[in-house]
């Protein structure tokens, strides 16, 4: 259990890199758009495993190896702290409601597809 929490950790984060590193190249803009991908769409993954009713082990593995270390917290509260200090006010706010509201909103889909499967 703990090899394999540790290698699908690794491949999380993995996939963080590479997706983050694909939107920032496309966007441009003050919003970190990355960070927004990755957590949203964890949150929505997430969501889908607590809606399938996933066993205890599919939870720590595919929800908190994987996903925790694929979505990040400390990131996106270090890029809204960033955007507060270039004077960035307002897209640091869009970034920290619009995360937690469309989050919030991620997982509810997620677990409502869940649960219809």
């Known amino acids: 259990m703990w090899l394999a929490a540790g290698l ?3 491949l999380g984060a993995l996939t963080r ?3 983050d590193a694909l939107v920032n190249s496309t966007s441009t803009g003050s919003l970190p758009l990355g960070t927004f991908a990755i957590n949203i769409s964890g949150a929505l993954a997430l969501g889908l495993l607590v809606g399938l009713a996933a066993s205890t082990d599919t939870l720590l593995l595919a929800g908190t190896a994987t996903l ?7 990131t996106w509260m270090l890029e809204s702290q960033r955007l507060t200090e270039d004077a960035e006010l307002r897209w640091a706010l869009v970034n ?3 995360s937690v509201i469309i989050g ?8 409502a597809l869940g649960a219809l499967a």
């Open 8 to 10: 699908l950790g690794g």
């Open 17 to 19: 890199f590479l997706l």
């Open 68 to 74: 925790g270390a694929y979505t990040t917290f400390s």
């Open 96 to 98: 920290l409601l619009a």
């Open 104 to 111: 919030l909103v991620a997982v509810a889909a997620g677990h």
